[in-house]
């Protein structure tokens, strides 16, 4: 599901990606294989998606994956990403 920037739960992971980046494929299929209820911005059609992308890491490297808990991570690797995740469960 694309959600639009201004529509964004901070109560929920959010990810901000594109289709054409391997490593936002990657990253949104982990969530997707572990039932992570998310938002996705995508950054090809939500107009200030990458600017606030942006903002969130002060990068332009995608995924962008922020949690509820306000940290995020930039390009994570699987193991990266799981171990957060597992660390939000476990919370």
């Not at 938002?39 to 962008?64: C, F, M, N």
């Not at 940290?71 to 799981?82: C, K, N, Q, W």
Request: with cysteine; net charge negative; charged share 30%.
């Amino acid at each position: 599901m694309t959600t639009p920037a201004s529509d964004l739960n901070p109560a929920r992971v959010t990810m901000y990606g594109a289709e054409w980046c391997i490593d936002c494929r990657r990253s949104k299929a982990l969530l997707d294989r572990r039932g992570v209820d998310y938002d996705y911005v995508d950054l090809e059609t939500v107009i200030d998606g990458a600017d606030r992308a942006k903002a969130i890491s002060g990068r332009t490297q995608i995924p962008v994956v922020v949690f509820p808990d306000g940290t995020h991570f930039t390009e994570p690797s699987d193991a990266e990403l799981a171990a957060k995740l597992d660390e939000a469960v476990a919370a």
